[in-house]
């Protein structure tokens, strides 16, 4: 799965999730501003950005899975 980063390991946490159909790459502005005071995690969904496309054998691709992050492989 690909993400984005922002990093300063030592500023809060924030994880920023795109919608449907959305990529990471909507937050990319908005990480270089805020870099400087967060640490900042954009991922790409499965199937979306610079992720990879699983084939749907292997990968149920609904809202259900999406919604569930921890069923996010």
């Known amino acids: 799965m690909f993400f984005r980063e922002a990093e300063n390991g030592k500023n809060p946490a924030s994880l920023l999730l795109h919608g449907f159909p959305a990529l990471s790459l909507m937050f990319k502005n908005l990480m270089v501003a805020l870099s400087d005071k967060f640490y900042l995690v954009a991922p790409d ?8 496309f699983p084939d ?7 809202f259900k899975i999406y919604r569930h992050t921890s069923q996010v492989r």
Do not use: Q
């Not at 969904?45 to 990879?52: I, V």
């Open 45 to 52: 969904y499965p199937g979306f950005g610079f992720s990879d």
């Open 56 to 62: 749907t054998k292997d990968f149920e691709y609904s």
